[in-house]
């Protein structure tokens, strides 16, 4: 099993950035794909984004495409969320999950490992 810490979330103004990092333990983070989702209050987990293990293929959903960017640093045993032109309704608990395959998937079922998630607020 693996264990993702995500760190980076925070109270910013609308327009504004925030960069999400996630960071993995365990010696196969480079094999597999790693994803974001996040969950407003009273909506369902919803997917974000995700990279597939070697960073060459990723998916954004169509609300994030152009203002986030998911990469990775598999020397690091990192993946990233740079956030950038944040609205309202970003505000949610984003969380980094561990793909059971090693292309960048968009279904929260094709995750197995979660992070705690880490909390998003967008004022405006």
């Known amino acids: 099993q693996v264990q993702l810490v995500e760190s980076g979330g925070g109270l910013v103004q609308a327009g504004g950035s925030l960069r999400l990092s996630c960071a993995a333990s365990?010696?196969?983070?480079?094999?597999?794909?790693m994803g974001w989702f996040r969950q407003a209050p009273g909506q369902e987990r919803e997917f974000v984004a995700a990279i597939g293990w070697s960073g060459a293929t990723r998916a954004h959903a169509d609300s994030v495409k152009g203002r986030f960017t998911i990469s990775r640093d598999n020397a690091k045993n990192t993946v990233y969320l740079q956030m950038n032109s944040l609205k309202p309704e970003d505000t949610a608990v984003y969380y980094c999950?561990?793909?059971?395959?090693?292309?960048?998937?968009?279904?929260?079922?094709?995750?197995?490992?979660w992070g705690q998630g880490t909390k998003v607020t967008v004022s405006s």
């Open positions: 999950a561990r793909g059971t395959v090693n292309y960048a998937a968009s279904t929260a079922t094709l995750y197995n490992d």
């Open positions: 365990g010696r196969t983070f480079n094999t597999y794909a």
